[in-house]
């Protein structure tokens, strides 16, 4: 077992997040890169959000998971052990149908969590290792989107590595394809991905998901101002902007934004930097990305793996594919 320990902010997240922001508020239009939405407070709102009835995607894929987890470990496997990788991971929750099932086949699995939070890493590794005996934990604090770093795996031993919970959404197509790429990269032949999309459906249902009644969503997007006025001691008003989503046909995408109510000015004092906005003006905060049948299975196809099988929701609502590194 590894145990990690969460960590004060270093200097190169610092910087990161200085260089974004600098970036993104300073473009026309604006925009703030999603990844800011996951300090604690945000990842807990998002963990409300997926409990929320509007949001059908964590449900929804969670059923498909239920379902079909002897499955996917069984073709994933293709011998006698199979160590489980996961991208994003956070607190892991639907993962536990994957790790459960694979236990049951293998007794031992090693399970390696991908997460850029320490907090959110800790938390799955105490959850899992008390829920599922069997489970060796090895977690990971690295950003994936910049390149995957994987141990060699043990002899005769192959991963299956899970990107779920539609993730890849948030990336535009040319990043998205680029992002399978790199973990391509990191596979050998016969490795395997389990990549989890969100498909095209009814504009009302994205809309209800996306800016619910009770508020969640609206307070997990303007989360991303309180953690600018705390780690880049900004002044932002949260009252000052109102949440909007809107679903973009013409990119097969919804989309969140920030909308200043009224002409303002912000002060970033660790930036030294003034921006100022129009009654109106947008801060940009994500893209999620719907995909059409067969969509999915091109991307795959696209950055190096042999797309096998595609497993849906009854109402063909959300889909799980599993790749194979060629």
């Not at 004060?8 to 600098?22: E, M, N």
């Not at 807990?44 to 499955?71: K, M, S």
């Not at 939070?117 to 910049?146: F, H, W």
């Not at 003034?274 to 109106?280: E, H, I, K, L, S």
């Amino acid at each position: 077992m590894t145990t990690i320990t969460p960590s004060p902010l270093s200097a190169k997240i610092f910087d990161q997040i200085a260089a974004a922001v600098t970036e993104g508020l300073t473009s026309d239009p604006k925009w703030l890169p999603s990844w800011l939405f996951y300090d604690a407070a945000g990842s807990r709102l998002f963990d409300q959000i997926t409990d929320l009835p509007e949001y059908y995607v964590t449900r929804t894929e969670r059923g498909i998971l239920a379902e079909q987890a002897e499955e996917i470990i069984a073709q994933a496997a293709r011998g006698p052990a199979l160590r489980l990788v996961e991208l994003g991971a956070g607190s892991a929750d639907k993962t536990r149908l994957l790790l459960a099932a694979a236990v049951d086949r293998q007794d031992t699995v090693f399970y390696e969590p991908v997460d850029v939070s320490a907090t959110a890493l800790v938390e799955a590794q105490n959850r899992i290792e008390r829920e599922i005996p069997g489970v060796l934990v090895c977690p990971r604090v690295m950003d994936y989107t910049k390149g995957l770093e994987l141990d060699p795996c043990l002899p005769g031993e192959h991963r299956l590595v899970l990107y779920i919970g539609s993730s890849i959404g948030n990336f535009e197509p040319k990043e998205a394809k680029r992002l399978l790429e790199n973990v391509r990269a990191a596979l050998d032949p016969g490795d395997c991905l389990l990549l989890g999309i969100d498909l095209v459906k009814g504009e009302q249902t994205l809309l209800d998901a996306y800016d619910d009644a009770a508020g969640v969503t609206a307070a997990f997007n303007r989360n991303v101002l309180t953690r600018l006025n705390k780690e880049l001691d900004a002044d932002f008003d949260l009252n000052a902007f109102q949440h909007c989503a809107w679903w973009n046909p013409a990119e097969s995408r919804m989309e969140m934004h920030l909308q200043s109510r009224v002409e303002q000015t912000v002060w970033l004092a660790a930036l030294d930097q003034r921006v100022n906005f129009d009654a109106g003006e947008t801060i940009h905060t994500e893209n999620s990305y719907k995909y059409r049948p067969g969509q999915a299975e091109a991307l795959l196809a696209e950055s190096g793996f042999h797309p096998e099988t595609t497993w849906t929701d009854e109402r063909g609502w959300f889909a799980v594919c599993i790749g194979r590194a060629r």
